[in-house]
T-cell receptor, first 116, second 115 residues
Framework: AQKVTQAQTEISVVEKEDVTLDCVYE???????LFWYKQPPSGELVFLIR??????QNEISGRYSWNFQKSTSSFNFTITASQVVDSAVYFC?????????????FGAGTRLFVKA | DTEVTQTPKHLVMGMTNKKSLKCEQH?????MYWYKQKAKKPPELMFV???????INESVPSRFSPECPNSSLLNLHLHALQPEDSALYLC??????????????FGEGSWLTVV
């Protein structure tokens, strides 16, 4: 069963629009961690944010904000006033305890196109 | 700039060649990873080293052979690869494998083409 679902394969917006990337996860653990990464065309995955399962506070960092809701097993990511430089693939990831330590798995990714 | 550096950035190799991908981190992290990423797919975990010992091997074919010479270095030795092994290979590191230290930081990747 897919543990991290990013239902939006591609999203296209015009600059300055707000956009929300959805992430739904599945886990039986009470302790787990959620992440968002950005992957521009250059290839490197850039770490954006990490939340632990005990901290449901939403977070804002500049134009980025994250909404963590355990009741719906969702960890959504909103970009406000999008810019062309936001064009990238965004991955949501879940880290759970496994044999040998915490293991991180990624969702399929959402490709965001921001047009000027 | 990433603190995980990978070389080479691009590699083209024949199916009978032997080559290696190299990775180095200077963050004092004790866990290092290899991920493989095909086009339009998420990264897939291949290997994890923790304190220089192989901790996780995700049933990777033996034509991929990892090596961790010390806590800062991670190599991936490649031999007798197939064209379908062409992909972006990402090295990464984290503080450790405990929950409190498991944020993974990635390098820029090595683009591998097998001809």
């Amino acid at each position: 069963a897919q543990k991290v679902t990013q239902a939006q394969t591609e999203i296209s917006v015009v600059e300055k629009e707000d956009v929300t990337l959805d992430c739904v996860y599945e886990t039986r653990d009470t302790t787990y961690y959620l992440f968002w990464y950005k992957q521009p065309p250059s290839g490197e995955l850039v770490f954006l944010i990490r939340r632990n399962s005990f901290d449901e506070q939403n977070e804002i960092s500049g134009r980025y904000s994250w909404n963590f809701q355990k009741s719906t097993s969702s960890f959504n990511f909103t970009i406000t006033a999008s810019q062309v430089v936001d064009s990238a693939v965004y991955f949501c990831a879940l880290s759970e305890n496994d044999t040998g330590g915490f293991k991180t798995i990624f969702g399929a990714g959402t490709r965001l196109f921001v047009k000027a | 700039d990433t603190e995980v550096t990978q070389t080479p950035k691009h590699l083209v190799m024949g199916m009978t060649n032997k080559k290696s991908l190299k990775c180095e981190q200077h963050m004092g992290h004790r866990a290092m990873y290899w991920y493989k990423q095909k086009a339009k797919k998420p990264p897939e975990l291949m290997f994890v080293y923790s304190y220089e010992k192989l901790s996780i091997n995700e049933s990777v074919p033996s034509r991929f052979s990892p090596e961790c010479p010390n806590s800062s270095l991670l190599n991936l030795h490649l031999h007798a690869l197939q064209p379908e092994d062409s992909a972006l290979y990402l090295c990464a590191s984290s503080q450790d494998l405990r929950g409190t230290g498991n944020t993974i930081y990635f390098g820029e990747g090595s683009w591998l083409t097998v001809v």
